[in-house]
């Protein structure tokens, strides 16, 4: 427990908010005093489960199993958000979609499928939220999860990469234009997370993962993979009044990653 309340009486939206950095967030802001909380994902259990967690720390959450895959479905999650809580304070958009396959051997199903759900589905969460906060006067908050992986770390996730680039310029694009209507909006680029979609990324979990363990931290300045609760600590304070001039912003969270001249050297098992 942090025994912060910077963000007591906030409404939040957060997506992907099934497993590993989006489960963190919604437990983070849930204790930092945010008062409801609609957590999106397409896996009913996961939902059931964090549901549960939030009421026993005295947080009331709304739930919605959604594809965000689905632009419509997308949008809809917002506009249900701000009816159940009465406005909306706080959007995270850190619901994600990855394959590890080379640029070569890319389908144009799953470069479809990666971008709707990390790019599309962001920008369309994004302009619903902001559509509300600029009618409520009222300002807020949009977030979004990148990956230092847009800068090139991992060559093996071409279309991933490529999504979460766009994700950070779309940031820098819409900041300006919304910070006259008191709205904030920044990005937070994790590096190496070990979260499910680490693991899911091939669809074969143990290979992957115990890879990236043995392979990775050794070349990281603090020797470690990220835990999924440092990066919700990231997303708490942006959302709070301690961020309150920092807008446009790609705050990079990846234990040096990007500090090294050549960076991390990781090959994923044959």
């Known amino acids: 427990m942090t025994g912060l309340r910077r963000l007591a009486g906030r409404r939040v939206l957060i997506t992907g908010a099934g497993a590993g950095m989006g489960r963190a967030t919604a437990l983070r802001m849930a204790e930092e005093g945010a008062s409801v909380v609609a957590v999106v994902d397409r896996v009913a259990d996961r939902l059931d489960s964090l549901r549960a967690e939030l009421k026993a720390m005295g947080t009331r959450a709304a739930t919605y199993q959604v594809d965000l895959a689905d632009p419509a479905a997308a949008r809809s999650s917002v506009e249900r958000a701000v009816a159940d809580l009465a406005g909306l304070d706080v959007v995270v958009s850190n619901a994600g979609a990855s394959r590890l396959v080379s640029f070569v051997e890319t389908s144009l199903a799953d ?3 990666i971008l709707a759900v990390n790019f ?3 920008f369309v969460i994004g302009q619903a939220a902001a559509r509300h906060m600029i009618e409520s ?3 807020g908050v949009i977030l979004y999860t990148a990956a230092t992986a847009e800068g090139g770390g991992i060559v093996e996730v071409p279309a991933y990469s490529a999504s979460k680039a766009a994700l950070i310029n779309l940031v820098k694009a ?3 234009a919304l910070g006259p ?3 904030r909006v920044n990005v937070v680029s994790p590096g190496f997370t070990e979260t499910s979609m680490t693991a899911d990324v091939t669809g074969d979990a143990g290979p992957l993962l115990r890879s990236l363990r043995e392979q990775v931290p050794p070349q990281l300045p603090l020797r470690r993979m990220a835990r ?3 990066i919700a600590a990231v997303f708490a304070f942006l ?5 309150s001039y920092i807008t446009g912003a790609n705050l990079i969270v990846d234990g040096g990653l990007t500090a090294p001249v050549h960076g991390v050297k990781w090959m994923p098992p044959a």
């Open 181 to 183: 209507y008191g709205i």
């Open 174 to 176: 819409v900041a300006p």
């Open 120 to 122: 599309i589905a962001g």
């Open 239 to 243: 959302a709070s009044d301690d961020a």
């Open 137 to 139: 006067g009222k300002g």
């Open 111 to 113: 470069l479809e499928h």
């Open 228 to 230: 999924p609760e440092e």
